[in-house]
């Protein structure tokens, strides 16, 4: 572990909160959503509080690890959780399906317009320290290259980041290690000489398999402490203690 070379970040929940930021967001999201699938006035409140649960995320910025936007390894699991709070308030199925679609691709939130207004404290210092030690970055996000792209020009990291790979890219998506492969491939490293920084457990998975040198979590996405400790080297509470990593900061 003391070869890293290079760097794969996860985005969302690990480069900032996740409930934070996309909580209000998706909340809101889903409520319109809801509202069109029919949803029954008189128990909205219960239905959008079971709803988010399922998702990973509340208007409060609280997460939830085993919700579909923490696991998309399990999205079989989540349909059939889907499926009963559709059955239970007398919704249209087909509707709900359509809004659970939209909400884990993250369309029609008007990123541009509220992104202008959240900050990232700590992140621009953070990915410049790993910078400037000569660690070369990637991230690797099921964000569309869009919305990456908004993101990673408001956090101002854009010019430290060599490698992104998308859910827009024809790459494998995570946990699947197609990424780290064509990371090392692209500069030469091999497998154990790259790190994994991320917020849950298929990201985990995704060092794991792809036989990463070294995996980071941080619990700023999924918050999933217990179960990321099985998995991880190292946990931290956000990305900024890892500038105390003794790996990656020897």
């Known amino acids: 572990m003391n070869g890293i070379r290079g760097i794969i970040l996860d985005k969302d929940g690990t480069l900032f909160p996740y409930g934070k930021v996309w909580g209000p967001v998706l909340s809101t999201a889903i409520e319109k ?15 959008i509080e079971d709803f988010c649960k399922v998702v990973g995320v509340d208007k409060y910025g609280n997460t939830y690890a085993d919700g579909i936007i923490f696991r998309h390894d399990r999205l079989l699991q989540a349909t059939a959780r889907i499926l009963r709070i559709t059955f239970r308030y007398h919704m249209n199925p087909w509707r709900v399906w359509k809004a659970v679609k939209r909400i884990i691709n993250h369309e029609d939130f008007g990123t541009m317009e509220w992104l202008d207004r ?24 099921t ?3 869009y919305s990456t792209s ?24 995570k946990p ?34 792809g036989k990463a040198g070294y ?11 217990e179960k990321l400790s099985e998995y991880a080297d190292a946990v931290y509470p956000e990305l900024c203690n890892i500038l105390k990593d003794p790996i990656l900061f020897q």
């Open 118 to 141: 959240i900050e990232f404290p700590g992140v621009k210092e953070t990915i410049k320290a790993l910078h400037d030690h000569g660690y070369i970055l990637g991230i690797v996000t």
């Open 143 to 145: 964000d569309t290259a």
């Open 33 to 47: 959503a809801l509202f069109k699938a029919r949803m029954p006035e008189k128990k909205k409140n219960e239905c």
């Open 150 to 173: 908004l993101f990673l020009k408001k956090m101002g990291i854009t010019e430290y980041i060599s490698f992104i790979r998308t859910k827009d890219s024809e790459t494998h998506h």
């Open 215 to 225: 995996s980071i979590a941080v619990l700023t996405g999924s918050g999933d402490r």
């Open 176 to 209: 699947n290690p197609e990424a780290i492969r064509e990371f090392c491939k692209e500069y030469g490293f091999r497998s154990e000489e790259v790190a994994v920084i991320g917020d849950t457990i298929v990201d985990m998975e995704f060092a794991h398999q």
